[in-house]
Protein backbone atom coordinates (compact mmCIF):
# COMPACT_ATOMS: atom_id res chain seq x y z
CA UNK A 1 0.00 0.00 0.00
CA UNK A 2 1.37 3.97 -0.95
CA UNK A 3 2.90 5.66 1.84
CA UNK A 4 1.42 8.84 2.47
CA UNK A 5 3.23 11.60 4.20
CA UNK A 6 1.43 13.69 6.30
CA UNK A 7 -0.39 16.79 4.12
CA UNK A 8 1.60 19.54 3.09
CA UNK A 9 -1.65 22.23 2.94
CA UNK A 10 -2.84 21.49 -0.78
CA UNK A 11 -0.30 18.72 -1.35
CA UNK A 12 0.27 15.16 0.02
CA UNK A 13 3.26 13.64 -0.95
CA UNK A 14 2.81 9.72 -1.94
CA UNK A 15 4.63 6.91 -3.34
CA UNK A 16 5.68 6.90 -6.91
CA UNK A 17 6.99 8.54 -9.89
CA UNK A 18 6.81 11.93 -11.07
CA UNK A 19 7.11 14.35 -13.89
CA UNK A 20 8.63 17.73 -13.75
CA UNK A 21 8.85 20.94 -16.23
CA UNK A 22 7.53 24.24 -16.42
CA UNK A 23 3.81 22.86 -15.73
CA UNK A 24 4.11 22.24 -12.43
CA UNK A 25 7.59 23.77 -11.03
CA UNK A 26 9.39 27.02 -11.67
CA UNK A 27 13.58 26.61 -11.93
CA UNK A 28 14.88 29.96 -11.39
CA UNK A 29 19.33 31.41 -10.72
CA UNK A 30 19.74 34.66 -8.92
CA UNK A 31 22.61 36.36 -9.77
CA UNK A 32 24.36 39.22 -7.41
CA UNK A 33 26.73 42.18 -8.06
CA UNK A 34 30.51 42.56 -7.21
CA UNK A 35 33.35 45.04 -7.72
CA UNK A 36 33.92 48.84 -7.88
CA UNK A 37 31.01 49.32 -10.06
CA UNK A 38 28.03 47.38 -8.80
CA UNK A 39 25.93 50.13 -8.30
CA UNK A 40 25.27 50.20 -11.71
CA UNK A 41 24.42 46.73 -12.41
CA UNK A 42 21.25 44.39 -11.76
CA UNK A 43 20.70 41.50 -9.43
CA UNK A 44 19.10 39.45 -11.93
CA UNK A 45 16.52 36.70 -11.83
CA UNK A 46 16.97 34.17 -14.67
CA UNK A 47 14.02 31.41 -15.43
CA UNK A 48 14.73 28.07 -17.47
CA UNK A 49 11.77 28.40 -19.52
CA UNK A 50 12.47 24.87 -21.06
CA UNK A 51 13.23 22.04 -18.62
CA UNK A 52 11.58 18.55 -17.69
CA UNK A 53 12.67 15.74 -14.60
CA UNK A 54 11.26 13.25 -12.48
CA UNK A 55 10.99 12.69 -9.14
CA UNK A 56 10.52 9.10 -7.49
CA UNK A 57 9.50 9.27 -4.06
CA UNK A 58 9.37 6.72 -1.25
CA UNK A 59 8.01 8.66 1.79
CA UNK A 60 8.98 5.90 4.62
CA UNK A 61 12.84 5.28 2.89
CA UNK A 62 13.93 8.74 1.67
CA UNK A 63 17.10 6.93 0.48
CA UNK A 64 14.98 5.13 -2.50
CA UNK A 65 14.24 8.30 -3.49
CA UNK A 66 15.47 10.13 -6.91
CA UNK A 67 15.05 13.36 -8.67
CA UNK A 68 16.47 14.38 -12.10
CA UNK A 69 16.45 17.33 -14.55
CA UNK A 70 17.63 18.21 -17.88
CA UNK A 71 17.68 22.00 -18.74
CA UNK A 72 17.91 23.70 -22.23
CA UNK A 73 20.63 26.55 -21.95
CA UNK A 74 18.89 27.68 -24.59
CA UNK A 75 15.87 28.57 -22.69
CA UNK A 76 17.50 30.79 -19.91
CA UNK A 77 15.47 34.13 -20.25
CA UNK A 78 15.42 37.26 -17.70
CA UNK A 79 12.20 37.67 -16.05
CA UNK A 80 13.79 40.49 -12.99
CA UNK A 81 16.63 42.62 -12.69
CA UNK A 82 16.66 44.84 -9.71
CA UNK A 83 19.02 47.67 -8.09
CA UNK A 84 21.24 49.30 -10.88
CA UNK A 85 21.17 53.41 -11.66
CA UNK A 86 17.95 52.22 -14.34
CA UNK A 87 15.78 50.24 -14.82
CA UNK A 88 16.31 47.13 -17.05
CA UNK A 89 15.04 47.21 -20.56
CA UNK A 90 14.20 44.90 -23.07
CA UNK A 91 17.07 45.34 -25.02
CA UNK A 92 19.03 44.65 -21.73
CA UNK A 93 17.50 41.66 -21.37
CA UNK A 94 17.66 40.21 -24.81
CA UNK A 95 21.27 41.31 -24.45
CA UNK A 96 22.05 39.42 -21.25
CA UNK A 97 20.17 36.31 -23.06
CA UNK A 98 23.16 36.86 -25.54
CA UNK A 99 25.73 37.13 -23.33
CA UNK A 100 24.53 33.88 -21.45
CA UNK A 101 25.08 31.87 -24.93
CA UNK A 102 28.57 33.39 -25.40
CA UNK A 103 31.49 30.83 -25.61
CA UNK A 104 32.76 32.44 -22.17
CA UNK A 105 29.30 31.75 -20.32
CA UNK A 106 27.45 28.54 -21.40
CA UNK A 107 28.20 28.13 -24.96
CA UNK A 108 24.22 26.44 -25.84
CA UNK A 109 25.79 26.10 -29.20
CA UNK A 110 28.53 23.19 -27.81
CA UNK A 111 26.55 22.20 -24.22
CA UNK A 112 22.19 22.24 -25.24
CA UNK A 113 21.93 21.14 -21.64
CA UNK A 114 22.65 21.36 -17.93
CA UNK A 115 21.42 18.06 -16.20
CA UNK A 116 21.29 17.13 -12.19
CA UNK A 117 21.25 13.46 -10.80
CA UNK A 118 20.75 13.45 -7.48
CA UNK A 119 22.89 10.45 -5.57
CA UNK A 120 21.28 11.11 -1.93
CA UNK A 121 18.18 11.92 -0.65
CA UNK A 122 17.35 12.14 3.46
CA UNK A 123 15.21 14.21 5.42
CA UNK A 124 11.35 14.13 5.28
CA UNK A 125 9.13 16.05 2.98
CA UNK A 126 8.88 18.93 5.87
CA UNK A 127 12.80 19.62 5.16
CA UNK A 128 15.03 17.40 2.88
CA UNK A 129 18.23 17.41 1.28
CA UNK A 130 19.30 16.63 -2.09
CA UNK A 131 22.57 16.08 -2.81
CA UNK A 132 23.51 15.27 -6.54
CA UNK A 133 25.78 15.64 -9.79
CA UNK A 134 25.54 18.70 -11.48
CA UNK A 135 26.94 18.50 -14.75
CA UNK A 136 27.64 21.89 -16.95
CA UNK A 137 29.57 22.60 -19.73
CA UNK A 138 30.20 18.67 -19.41
CA UNK A 139 31.91 19.38 -16.40
CA UNK A 140 30.24 17.56 -13.41
CA UNK A 141 30.46 18.26 -9.61
CA UNK A 142 28.37 17.55 -6.68
CA UNK A 143 26.15 20.02 -5.28
CA UNK A 144 23.43 19.99 -2.37
CA UNK A 145 19.89 21.10 -2.52
CA UNK A 146 18.20 21.96 0.75
CA UNK A 147 14.34 22.24 0.38
CA UNK A 148 11.15 22.49 2.49
CA UNK A 149 7.52 21.58 2.00
CA UNK A 150 5.47 24.43 3.35
CA UNK A 151 2.03 25.63 5.02
CA UNK A 152 0.99 26.48 1.06
CA UNK A 153 1.22 23.31 -0.19
CA UNK A 154 4.28 24.26 -2.05
CA UNK A 155 7.82 22.42 -2.36
CA UNK A 156 10.87 25.36 -2.34
CA UNK A 157 14.20 24.76 -2.22
CA UNK A 158 17.74 26.26 -3.41
CA UNK A 159 21.47 25.48 -3.63
CA UNK A 160 24.43 28.24 -4.23
CA UNK A 161 26.77 27.28 -7.14
CA UNK A 162 30.32 28.97 -7.77
CA UNK A 163 30.24 29.36 -11.27
CA UNK A 164 33.87 29.02 -12.27
CA UNK A 165 34.16 25.65 -10.52
CA UNK A 166 32.16 24.74 -14.10
CA UNK A 167 34.53 26.71 -16.36
CA UNK A 168 31.93 29.65 -16.77
CA UNK A 169 33.36 33.45 -16.15
CA UNK A 170 30.92 35.74 -14.51
CA UNK A 171 29.59 38.74 -16.98
CA UNK A 172 32.08 41.37 -16.43
CA UNK A 173 31.38 45.14 -17.55
CA UNK A 174 33.23 48.66 -17.60
CA UNK A 175 36.86 47.27 -18.15
CA UNK A 176 36.20 44.66 -14.72
CA UNK A 177 34.61 47.05 -12.25
CA UNK A 178 31.23 45.91 -12.67
CA UNK A 179 31.12 42.10 -12.15
CA UNK A 180 28.88 39.15 -11.12
CA UNK A 181 29.53 37.37 -8.09
CA UNK A 182 31.18 33.79 -8.97
CA UNK A 183 28.32 32.41 -6.32
CA UNK A 184 25.10 31.90 -8.10
CA UNK A 185 21.43 30.91 -5.88
CA UNK A 186 19.75 28.20 -7.83
CA UNK A 187 16.17 27.83 -6.71
CA UNK A 188 12.71 25.77 -7.35
CA UNK A 189 9.28 25.96 -6.52
CA UNK A 190 7.31 22.97 -7.20
CA UNK A 191 3.60 23.63 -6.95
CA UNK A 192 2.13 20.47 -8.41
CA UNK A 193 3.59 16.92 -8.84
CA UNK A 194 1.50 14.74 -11.82
CA UNK A 195 2.26 11.29 -11.85
CA UNK A 196 4.63 9.99 -14.56
CA UNK A 197 2.13 7.62 -16.18
CA UNK A 198 -0.95 10.22 -16.28
CA UNK A 199 -2.35 12.47 -18.77
CA UNK A 200 0.43 14.86 -20.28
Not at 41 to 47: N, Q, Y
Not at 161 to 183: C, H, M, N
Request: no cysteine; aromatic share 4%.
Amino acid sequence: MPHTSPTLGAVALTDGTYRLGPSTARLLIKTGRTGLGRRAGHDLTIEAARWSGEAVVVVGDPGKSSVSATIETGSLQVREGTGGLKALTGADRAEIERTLADKALLHTAEHPTITFRSTRVTGTPQSFEITGDLTIKSRTHPVTVHGKGNEDGVLRGSAVITQSVWGIKPYTAFLGALRLADEVRVEFEVVRLDPADGPR
